[in-house]
């Protein structure tokens, strides 16, 4: 399926919507697919790319090029973030090649998981993707770079209160501000399990290329626990990985996060950053 932008310009709304609020629950979406064929140029939109609101479940985005031209090899991008989802149970890429998702060049977020206190996204799997580069995985088209709004530069991937959420897999680099931002974990004071492992962050699959995402590879800023290991985090502009506890929320504990087994290196802040934000 290819959406392609008229001559006025950007393509209205949203490229693909799944609002389950306005109906009973969506249950076993599939975007894309592993096929030959099956998966969907999402590009040029004035919004996201893909919208999926709450209320859905078990939804699989695969194999999708979101923000860039059919072949994954020059800019094209949405206005808003590639993917934003709110389902519970959701699958976003996969463990074989064909399911990988190109998200990149995007205005917002590459990967946005949006929850809310009283209503968290559960159990997503952000598996295999490129985020931040092309489809042969080395050219930079970060995410989260808007013309109009160059003061507020977006992540690669965002987790906001998220529960046993699996960031795993992926390429994520070249990105305006984090690499991947955990910006919220608590719901209702009771600590979530959400794991960050074995992605490149900053550089290409073969740890040598310098497409380092603007901030820092990772960056958590609230309590709950969270696990980061197994990845190779380098070249980002900031600290490999920020466990922050900022002073205006000092409910917020960064006890119960772990960092492991990482290979981090040639970032242009600390490997690790432990220091409370000022």
């Not at 479940?57 to 020059?74: C, E, K, M, P």
């Not at 901030?215 to 709950?224: D, E, F, I, K, Q």
């Amino acid at each position: 399926t290819y959406s392609l932008p008229d001559p006025a310009g950007w393509l209205p709304s949203d490229g693909i919507a799944v609002d389950g609020r306005s109906e009973a629950n969506t249950v076993r979406i599939r975007i894309g697919g592993t096929g030959e064929g099956e998966g969907n140029l999402i590009s040029c939109y004035n919004g996201d790319g893909s919208d999926i609101d709450d209320d859905t479940a078990q939804i699989t985005i695969q194999g999708n090029v979101i923000g860039l031209t059919a072949s994954g090899d020059a800019a094209l991008p949405n206005r808003g973030a590639g993917i934003e989802i709110e389902a519970d149970d959701s699958l976003i890429g996969g463990p074989e090649p064909a399911a990988r998702n190109i998200v990149g060049a995007n205005y917002d977020e590459g990967i946005y998981l949006e929850g809310r206190s009283s209503d968290p996204v559960e159990r997503v799997i952000v598996q295999n993707n490129y985020v931040g580069v092309g489809a042969d995985g080395v050219t930079p088209f970060g995410n989260g770079f808007d013309p109009d709004q160059p003061e507020f530069p977006r992540d690669g991937v965002e987790l906001e209160v998220t529960v046993d959420a699996l960031v795993t897999g992926n390429v994520i680099a070249a990105n305006a501000r984090h690499g991947v931002f955990v910006s919220k974990q608590v719901r209702d004071g009771v600590a979530v399990n959400n794991v960050i492992s074995n992605n490149v962050i900053g550089t290409d699959a073969s740890g040598t290329l310098d497409l380092g995402n603007g901030g820092s590879g990772v960056r958590t800023r609230s309590g709950g626990s969270l696990s980061v290991r197994e990845n190779v985090i380098a070249f980002n502009g900031s600290a490999g990985v920020s466990v922050v506890r900022t002073l205006s929320t000092p409910s917020f504990d960064v006890q119960g996060q772990e960092v492991r087994r990482n290979a981090i290196y040639a970032n242009r802040g600390l490997g690790i950053d432990l220091v409370p934000e000022s």
